[in-house]
DNA sequence: ACCAGTAATATGTATAGACATAATAAGTCA
DNA sequence: TGACTTATTATGTCTATACATATTACTGGT
């Protein structure tokens, strides 16, 4: 039983979403179950399954039980952002990474950041400032406080050799994490570092990471305005 | 058939995640293969494998044939983002959408939009310029532009009571799609429509849609500084 | 009309077995 | 030593079959 025609998975994933994407099968509308698709393709139910499974995963297509599979009507898609390593991104550029400390030390947490890390004001955390360029040139700059409860090596980590980044990544491991972007103005010191004027617009990433509940970090990413995220799709 | 123990791919993958995310498997380390671990959890090796392609997908481990599964030395997460319909993000927030076409009109493009739709400057597209409202504050302004070629009747599409993405959702079929994200200086009529002053930050969304490398559409979503893009993981 | 209980059904998951494929490791010859 | 060739191996994919589970559809009783 030789297939003939070749058919995996993929096929049969990109046929139905030829199929969904030029309107043969409109959004809202039911599409054949799954045997009536193995039928079709020569192909068994589990192979179909994968393919659907994939288009579900992708936001194109909704399963339910006994109703059956329809082709999602508002198209929800999502955009994928990768969120590497400073240095990562920079090299893949092509251009020369550097990395320098602007400060490190232990401060007692401000409110704001108290309440995004949900802990009380006023805890001493590991307050570290850096900044990463690119071919030389501002690239982003980082602000982050640290949890000594949760991560008290950090008291005494090389982060003017290391930056704090790439150092949790190898010592803290997480669990969970919430990454917010915004628009904002560059503060002052901000501003001075990324050789911007105080009140420009300024891309902001924050990231708060936690290990099961507990807070690990809070950082704020400052990007100059040239920068951009992109995603495609 | 007898597994006292329940044993399904979710359980598989989460007890592996466990292991990598406490480092009982560091980064960078080679994980049992899949035969292995079949026999470990009592599985199939197809359902080991289910758990194993999961976590590949979400990044945690990198597979190669031949070479073994290993955990990722830099956890090069990435974050998704849904990037819904403004009426639904809007509601799904429990307030009042509202929407207001501000202008509506065939236009000779620019430059700089005719080269991200990758077309010759000065062909006539449609402009489309419209406010989204959140309990009748200002939300986010679209700024579109439409390939009339490609999509001939929008010409005459009713935009002054249906938003140019709804009805595109709708009327004009896409296969592919660029997002970017930047922040930006606002303009003058964008800071007159989103009640801000001209210069203020704004988080500007880009999106490019193509239908098989024909330009569908490119669109310029601007948000008041407030605005934040969210996303967990 | 209404409700509860039951049958029917599409998808969800698991399995053993088989072959495909990519990449490494080992072996061979110049 | 180095350049090919071949064997080995872990993952990738497919199949047929079976049973699980969530929902819908039906059915009878009040």
Redesign the pocket.
Known sequence: ?K?VLR????TIRDELLRRISTRVWKPGELIP???ALAEEF??????V??A??EL?RTGVVE???????RVVLHPVREARFVIPLVRQAIEEEGKTYRYRLVASRGERVPGDVAASLGISAGLPLMHVRAMHYADDRPYQFEDRWINLEAVPAARTAPFDVQSPNEWLVENAPFSRATFSFLADRAREEEAVLLELREGDPVLVGERITFLVDRPITFVRLVHPPSHRMVSEL
Do not use: D, F
């Not at 399963?63 to 599979?69: D, L, M, P, S, V």
């Open positions: 039983m297939r058919s995996s998975y993929r179950g799954e045997e020569g192909a068994a139910r589990a192979t399954n994968r659907l499974q579900a399963r339910r039980r006994k109703a059956g599979t």
